[in-house]
């Protein structure tokens, strides 16, 4: 699925199931939290945390992406909410970047 496909499907979900879009200030909210859970289960998988239960391990990559996939949606609904073009921010983002960024990551020590 395109980004742009992506923005529309999320669109259209919003508008048959949904009902409406939450407010913008609303979905920010839920996105942070969203942030926050898949900061959570990065900490359990990835780092120094445990897991309270050993069940909650046993599926912790499928919700991780679960939980990452939470936080696409929202983020694709603020885009579509305030007119954003996801994949035409992407593509001027990853120029900008390419820019800037063109010697920087090569000359860094820390990543050799």
């Known amino acids: 699925m395109t980004i742009e ?4 499907e999320v669109d259209n979900w919003i508008q ?3 009902i409406r879009y939450y407010n913008e200030l609303t979905n920010m909210a839920i996105l942070t939290e969203e942030v926050g859970e898949v900061a959570r289960l990065m900490a359990r ?9 050993k069940e909650d391990e046993v599926n912790a990559k499928e919700n991780l992406g679960d939980e990452m996939a ?3 949606f929202v983020l ?3 885009a579509n909410q305030t007119g ?8 001027k983002n990853l120029i900008k970047k390419s820019i800037r960024d ?7 020590e ?3």
């Open 5 to 8: 496909a992506a923005q529309k």
């Open 45 to 53: 998988i990835y780092g120094e945390q445990s897991f309270k239960r």
């Open 76 to 78: 694709i609904c603020l």
């Open 102 to 108: 063109k010697e920087r990551h090569a000359n860094n």
């Open 84 to 91: 954003i073009d996801l994949t035409a921010a992407l593509e």
């Open 16 to 18: 048959t199931i949904g």
């Open 110 to 112: 820390k990543l050799k």
């Open 70 to 72: 939470d936080v696409l």
